[in-house]
């Protein structure tokens, strides 16, 4: 997209409407899931949802996947004991789903497995169901974690909040 085009989305899109579409019902839900998922794993999962970003971060060039990884930082996603923490980003007014994941778990999953995640979280939230794509979403998060990280039953302590933030 180019920088007037992703002005012009930053500044005027209707879907960046963050309340309408992530309602306290549904960040209730979301909370619930990633802290069930992640009794499977030793993993983090943290969600950030944005409604658009400032005309002066899209004519510096920042894009949805440089917002996701500083954010990543921000929000201490980095930093998890067993380094497998990851950050859903969702740009809302620029229709984009970025995941970030710490190096632990990005050496054993493929980046295609991950930008099939956000093709199908994509693709129901352009259908109108925010929350079964936030669901699905999280849900295949955790069976990636719970493949490669599995917490054997044993419990753990939770590292990071597990609601959902909301910029």
Not at 50 to 61: H, I
Not at 136 to 159: M, N, Q
Request: glycine share 8%; aromatic share 8%.
């Amino acid at each position: 997209m180019a920088h007037m085009q992703r002005l012009f989305a930053n500044l005027f899109d209707g879907w960046f409407q963050i309340h309408r579409r992530f309602p306290a019902e549904l960040l209730d839900d979301m909370t619930a899931a990633i802290a069930d998922g992640e009794r499977t794993h030793l993993g983090e999962v943290r969600i950030a949802v944005e409604s658009r970003l400032g005309p002066a971060a899209v004519l510096a060039g920042v894009d949805a996947q440089a917002r996701a990884r500083q954010l990543f930082a921000q929000l201490g996603v980095w930093d998890t004991e067993h380094n497998c923490g990851v950050l859903l980003y969702l740009l809302m007014a620029e229709h984009r789903i970025e995941i970030v994941a710490d190096r632990g778990i990005a050496h054993r999953v493929q980046p295609h497995e991950w930008l099939a995640i956000c093709a199908a979280m994509q693709a129901s939230f352009a259908a109108g169901q925010w929350r079964a794509g936030s669901l699905r979403g999280i849900t295949e998060v955790h069976a990636l974690l719970a493949k490669h990280f599995p917490s054997h039953g044993k419990p753990r302590p939770d590292e990071l909040p597990d609601r959902p933030i909301l910029l």
